[in-house]
């Protein structure tokens, strides 16, 4: 299945995404989800709650949560670094929750982009072994 991204001409697949499938945008802005707006959402690895907020916002399938929101003791910083094209560079975290560590699992950008300011500033969205759960 091929996607239609909002730029020009490009088509994309949902592999050349790093953070999950691709999902369709407007003037480069992911269409955000309703759905977790009126409920808390939480982050969880090995039973143990990392993040939770009922101010998530969803960005291409990923739960973004408020950076006060995330208990930031349990993350510790990793070299590895990405770009995304609209979204701009990406800093990660390792995410520790008892004897399980998830390499690389959260990740946020510091300086986004203009059109992805309003909906990843001073967030961090969680993915591999952490799972996002809702209600």
Known sequence: MVNTVARGQHRVTPGEYRHGPA????????????RSKSKTVRAVLDGVVIAESDQV??????AYFPMDSVDMSR???????????????ARYWHVEAGDDLALD???????????ARPLVTDRI???REVSIERG
Do not use: H, I, N, Q
């Open 57 to 62: 916002k969803m960005v291409e399938g990923m």
């Open 105 to 115: 699992a959260a990740f946020a950008y510091p300086k986004p982009w203009p059109l």
């Open 23 to 34: 999902v369709p945008t407007y003037m480069g802005t992911a269409v955000p989800s309703k």
């Open 75 to 89: 993350l510790s910083e990793s070299p590895t670094s990405s770009r995304c094209f609209w979204k701009g560079k």
């Open 125 to 127: 969205a969680f993915w």
